[in-house]
């Protein structure tokens, strides 16, 4: 997960708020995914995104959840209205680009929330 | 939706001891990852798959891509205290590029 940046690395916050997560990608990568990970689970996949559009979202929930990577900044993955169920490890990963065969995905640390 | 199945779960070894652990899909998939997760940190990558049949080492670490498409191993060789954490597949079969995890394999090392 080298290079890939996320913060805050923790986030606490009440039910009802909003939580802004960031992620900046690998130098060099225009191409950023979200996933989520739940206590003793594996990551499934949420978001992946290029610059300015969004790509495919089939893993974002319909509702409260959004996410944007502007020409410009980092990528933002931001939840309103946070519910305890919401409480995971989110993570940011970012490839150069689909070249053939070779999409290599490298992840950061994620951010850990907790909704209280 | 695709589905992997990780095995196994759990293992508990000696320190020396060899170890692997597999991943079997549903479907097809055109790249095979495998991941170590240390707690509190991201996956770090540890081995890239790219075509069937491919066969391809790291260190102590060796993983395959099976014939079928729908399947991966990984295997590691004298294992070491360091080894232990969480190992997880993943697969990529789409266009978009989004991986598919499997639930991961908890290994512990004994000294």
């Known amino acids: 997960n080298a290079g890939v940046m996320q913060n805050p690395r923790h986030l606490v916050r009440r039910r009802g708020q909003e939580a802004r997560l960031r992620c900046s990608p690998m130098?060099?990568?225009?191409?950023v995914y979200w996933y989520r990970q739940l206590p003793e689970e594996g990551l499934k996949f949420m978001v992946y995104l290029q610059k300015e559009n969004i790509i495919d979202e089939s893993g974002m929930p319909k509702e409260r959840f959004s996410a944007e990577f502007p020409k410009e900044g980092p990528s933002i993955l931001r939840i309103q209205q946070v519910v305890r169920g919401d409480s995971a490890a989110y993570f940011c990963?970012?490839?150069?680009?689909?070249?053939?065969?070779?999409?290599?995905?490298?992840f950061g640390p994620g951010t850990r929330l907790l909704v209280l | 939706g695709q589905q992997l199945n990780q095995s196994p779960q759990s293992m508990f070894i000696q320190e020396g001891e060899d170890v692997s652990m597999n991943c079997t899909s549903s479907s097809i998939f055109n790249t095979w990852l495998w991941y170590k997760q240390e707690p509190g940190e991201g996956p770090v990558l540890l081995i890239a798959?790219?075509?069937?049949?491919e066969l391809t080492s790291n260190g102590r670490l060796t993983a395959q891509f099976g014939i079928t498409r729908k399947d991966s191993f990984l295997n590691i060789s004298a294992s070491i205290p360091s080894d232990v954490g969480i190992y997880f597949c993943?697969?990529?079969?789409?266009?978009?590029?989004?991986?598919?995890f499997g639930q991961g394999t908890t290994l512990q090392v004994k000294p």
């Open positions: 993943a697969g990529q079969g789409g266009n978009t590029g989004k991986l598919i």
């Open positions: 990963a970012s490839s150069p680009g689909p070249t053939r065969h070779k999409e290599t995905q490298y």
């Open positions: 798959l790219y075509k069937a049949g």
């Open positions: 130098k060099g990568h225009s191409h």
